[in-house]
């Protein structure tokens, strides 16, 4: 029997707004001593009550708005009862039946051919705190509690792991160029819940679904699908297809899921409506303010680079994958007029610089300042594209210095003087007789030691094309 896999994720981001989502906790816990980022609201305390977090209601906006989402004028939150031990209140605020934003779609693009997956809803919602097991016993940190999480729910198009994972890459930049949330793995910003049936290819109704719960990595997403279309496929293959909803973990360690519960319907959690907390009413002048917000996504920016600086695919993708990368292009090839030497500095010479300086673009200073002028000292002759590749570029990362004053501190600039020239060229010849025998028997190639000599004798400082040309003249 030939089956089809159905995929549907649930996405959870964490907002970078500076307060948790119902109190005026900081919202950055991150390498905090446990239960020092709480107080009486997010801890759930009898008596406290909870102020919605305005910033976290426009970021879950925004990022709805560039979902192709759309915005419900009015919606509200919801208790989600269920007893945890990372739980305080022993409810999650959520959003359940009237949720901020519904009906998107994102396209994706997997090995050139683009596909668009629907999505169900964003909403929005608050975390839990975080349990940690250990040989001693469990213990509880709270300072998560209560940060704002965006939940974006996919439609079930997704048909391969593959498939799965592109999707959550895509989602992870455009919320990024959102700014809505840093969607940091590391910092467990970003988790993901994937649904997983099979069902004979032709056959239009779905089956009951495994979901994964807590994959925290595009890795783990990635292997977790692959493993559990695997397993599902067996069970149909032995007749055994399965016949209820469940809820599963994944091993990492073991590369295999494995049985947690079954699945919990909405009535298991007893939702209703949030009796501390006002609806949610989006007027048209603040749905006109987000709209302003939204970028451009990067999908949209790759395609615009490629057919307005004529880059290639891949040069287009890296460029258009970070927004800062992308800002710091743009801002270079408008100011020097050369989106080609501009590409070529920020797509190749700094990340490869980064690299082996081990700081991030942030660490090094640089900024479209320093490229622009860079670029314009190669336009106008006085470095070398080499010269600014190597020399400059390395003192550039080290200290942050204009690329003007390291030229004019190291005495960089490139030599001119036609006569200085002309002299290093005449000694070239004089040195390499055999070389000026075969330029002038058409071996054109042999031109190669001539400029190489006078490069070498001028510490790399002559400016290459006058080289060529003054040779030419002189061994007509
Ligand atoms: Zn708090």
Redesign the pocket.
């Known amino acids: 029997m030939e089956l089809e896999v159905i995929i549907g994720l649930e996405i959870h981001a964490e907002m970078n707004t500076k307060t948790?989502m119902?109190?005026?906790?900081s919202n950055d816990n991150f390498g905090k001593i446990p239960n020092t980022?709480?107080?009486?609201?997010?801890?759930g305390f009898p008596g406290t009550l909870p102020v919605p977090n305005k910033e976290s209601i426009r970021k879950g906006g925004v990022a709805a708005l560039a979902l192709h989402c759309q915005i419900q004028p009015h919606s509200k939150f919801d208790r989600k009862n269920y007893f945890y031990p990372d739980l305080p209140t022993g409810y999650q605020i959520s959003q359940f039946d009237e949720p901020i934003s519904k009906n998107g779609w994102l396209e994706i693009s997997l090995n050139g051919e683009k596909k668009k997956i629907g999505i169900t809803r964003l909403h929005l919602e608050n975390d839990a705190g975080k349990l940690t097991h250990g040989s001693a016993g469990t213990l509880l940190d709270f300072n998560r509690?209560?940060k704002p999480l965006m939940e974006i729910v996919s439609d079930p198009d997704l048909r391969s792991a593959k498939e799965a994972k592109e999707y959550a890459e895509t989602v992870q930049k455009l919320v990024r160029y959102c700014d809505s949330s840093d969607c940091d793995m590391e910092k467990g910003q970003m988790r993901f819940d994937a649904s997983v049936s099979l069902r004979p290819v032709g056959d239009t109704k779905l089956y009951p679904r495994a979901e994964i719960k807590n994959l925290n990595s595009f890795r783990s997403l990635e292997s977790a699908i692959d493993y559990e279309i695997k397993r599902q496929g067996e069970l149909w293959e032995k007749d055994e297809a399965p016949s209820i909803e469940t809820t599963v973990g994944w091993d990492e360690l073991k590369g295999q899921t494995y049985l947690m519960r079954e699945k919990e319907s909405a009535a298991d959690y007893r939702y209703f409506p949030e009796p501390d907390l006002p609806p949610i009413d989006i007027s048209e002048a603040e749905l006109a303010e987000w709209l302003k917000e939204v970028p451009e996504a990067p999908g949209e920016k790759m395609d615009r680079f490629m057919k307005d600086y004529a880059m290639s695919e891949i040069e287009a993708r890296f460029l258009a994958e970070d927004g800062t990368y992308a800002k710091l292009f743009e801002a270079t090839a408008t100011a020097t007029k050369n989106p080609k030497t501009a590409a070529s500095f920020i797509g190749t010479v700094l990340p490869s610089h980064l690299k082996e300086a081990n700081k991030t673009l942030a660490e090094s200073g640089l900024t479209a300042a320093h490229f622009t002028e860079l670029i314009q000292l190669i336009d106008a002759g006085t470095i070398s594209n080499n010269t600014a590749k190597t020399t400059v570029f390395d003192e550039m990362m080290l200290s942050a210095k204009m690329p003007k004053a390291i030229v004019e501190e190291k005495g960089l600039a490139q030599v001119s003087d036609t006569g200085a020239i002309e002299a290093l060229c005449k000694a070239a010849m004089e040195a390499n007789p055999a070389a000026v025998a075969d330029v002038k028997a058409g071996k054109t190639k042999a031109m190669a030691a001539l400029v190489g000599y006078v490069m070498k004798e001028s510490k790399g400082q002559a400016n290459p094309p006058l080289v060529n040309s003054i040779l030419e003249k002189l061994l007509v």
């Open positions: 948790k119902f109190c005026s906790c980022n709480v107080c009486p609201i997010c801890m509690a209560g």
